[in-house]
T-cell receptor, first 116, second 111 residues
Framework: DGGITQSPKYLFRKEGQNVTLSCEQN?????MYWYRQDPGQGLRLIYY???????QKGDIAEGYSVSREKKESFPLTVTSAQKNPTAFYLCASSIGSPGSDTDTQYFGPGTRLTVL | AQSVAQPEDQVNVAEGNPLTVKCTYSVSGNPYLFWYVQYPNRGLQFLLK??????LVKGSYGFEAEFNKSQTSFHLKKPSALVSDSALYFCATNSWGKLQFGAGTQVVVTP
């Protein structure tokens, strides 16, 4: 997990609320990613960013939003439009050579979000 | 589309016995394949990756993986399993910077 921090570790949300998950890295990586993990489904990509002030939708972006104002930070907002937000959310980063498929992604410790 | 599959939901092995976790891939072009491990309520830890070259890749914690092009497989192996190896293991392939994961295999090592 070293070098990538996520906060909070546990988060509870009432229906209709937006919540923001924090992800910070000190690895000087250009690329950052957000994944959602549900039991038995592996990880699915929500959003990714290969450079500051730019980001792209992943496979399940609906109901989520991100920003990338600083290289070190890639916060994820889970909006009220996300119908089933209860899940484990993982942030990752990589060196980010554009289009490079050989980059290793390193993961943070995760945030477990529960909707009450 | 690039994808990987892990055919076993769970693998049970006795401590000291060899451990194998299976992964098959469906990738056009050169496959870039990764193995990660996840302990309960933790993030994923990188174990090893195959890019090119030697078909036997050595990684962290005594794990290795064998790339087999004819069988389109990338199985993870450890000669002698430890109880502490009990965890969830993910195979993944990278396509345009996006990792595609298998569903994961739960490994249970009994003393």
């Amino acid at each position: 997990d070293g070098g990538i921090t996520q906060s909070p570790k546990y988060l509870f949300r009432k229906e209709g609320q937006n919540v923001t998950l924090s992800c910070e890295q000190n690895l000087n990586h250009d690329a950052m990613y957000w994944y959602r993990q549900d039991p038995g489904q592996g990880l699915r990509l929500i959003y990714y960013s290969q450079i500051v002030n730019d980001f792209q939708k992943g496979d399940i972006a609906e109901g989520y939003s991100v920003s990338r104002e600083k290289k070190e930070s890639f916060p994820l907002t889970v909006t009220s439009a996300q119908k089933n937000p209860t899940a484990f959310y993982l942030c990752a980063s990589s060196i980010g050579s554009p289009g490079s498929d050989t980059d290793t992604q390193y993961f943070g410790p995760g945030t477990r979000l529960t909707v009450l | 589309a690039q994808s990987v599959a892990q055919p076993e939901d769970q693998v049970n092995v006795a401590e000291g016995n060899p451990l194998t976790v299976k992964c098959t891939y469906s990738v056009s072009g050169n496959p870039y394949l990764f193995w990660y491990v996840q302990y309960p309520n933790r993030g994923l830890q990188f174990l090893l990756k195959y890019i090119t070259g030697d078909n036997l890749v050595k990684g962290s914690y005594g794990f290795e993986a064998e790339f087999n092009k004819s069988q389109t497989s990338f199985h993870l192996k450890k000669p002698s399993a430890l109880v502490s190896d009990s965890a969830l293991y993910f195979c993944a392939t990278n396509s345009w910077g996006k990792l595609q994961f298998g569903a994961g295999t739960q490994v249970v090592v009994t003393p």
